[in-house]
T-cell receptor, first 111, second 115 residues
């Protein structure tokens, strides 16, 4: 699986959009970008995934650059409950379930 | 969405004893389950992969005789920490991959403290 690079921490004001970047310059053509988050002392929660097109669901939007070497997770209206560690993972579809977690980005939403 | 439970949510045990942690897929059948360990302020580390009815595959550096994994049914996998020591104190998280599904669902985790 390709390696990812994320900033260690970010702050965001409540109600504003949180934009979390991820670099994955060695991504292969068959690898997907997945995002999970982990709220303190809980198991990770799936957020969204994509291959090359931008994706949106009820939780977030995922923007993948045309060259697929980076992506951005967007939480459109961050709330205090969105404070968590966000993990960007790149893996092939065939490796479903065997996610390798990096250090992630600690997002702190402030009132 | 698919739900994975773990039991217990936290456990304290004495050094030298064994502890069993259960991971259940509640509304789907999980052919494959994964066990992770997470130390404070660190990321999740995959310990082992278990497939129903077969032996688990352990990641490098994980002692298979210390961390016994049993995946006897399509909805239950267990992790037994044998002869636990304080350095085994950690947050243990399981995830399950459903038959026909291509996404892993995580349990809420089990906090183990060995005194």
């Amino acid at each position: 699986d390709a390696k990812t690079t994320q900033p260690p921490s970010m702050d965001c004001a409540e109600g504003r959009a949180a934009n979390l970047p991820c670099n994955h310059s060695t991504i292969s053509g068959n690898e997907y970008v997945y995002w999970y988050r982990q709220i303190h002392s809980q198991g990770p929660q799936y957020i969204i995934h994509g291959l090359k097109n931008n994706e949106t669901n009820e939780m977030a939007s995922l923007i993948i650059t045309e060259d697929r070497k980076s992506s951005t997770l967007i939480l459109p209206h961050a709330t205090l409950r969105d404070t968590a560690v966000y993990y960007c993972i790149v893996r092939a579809w065939a490796n479903a379930g065997k996610s390798t977690f990096g250090d992630g980005t600690t997002l702190t939403v402030k009132p | 969405g698919a739900v994975v439970s773990q039991h217990p949510s936290w456990v304290i045990c004495k050094s030298g004893t064994s502890v069993k942690i259960e991971c259940r897929s509640l509304d789907f059948q999980a052919t494959t389950m994964f066990w992770y360990r997470q130390f404070p302020k660190q990321s999740l580390m995959l310990m082992a992969t278990s497939n129903e009815g077969s032996k688990a595959t352990y990641e490098q550096g994980v002692e298979k005789d210390k961390f016994l994994i049993n995946h006897a049914s399509l909805t239950l996998s267990t992790l037994t920490v044998t002869s636990a020591h304080p350095e085994d104190s950690s947050f243990y998280i399981c995830s399950a991959l459903g038959t026909g599904l291509n996404e892993q669902y995580f349990g809420p985790g089990t906090r183990l403290t060995v005194t």
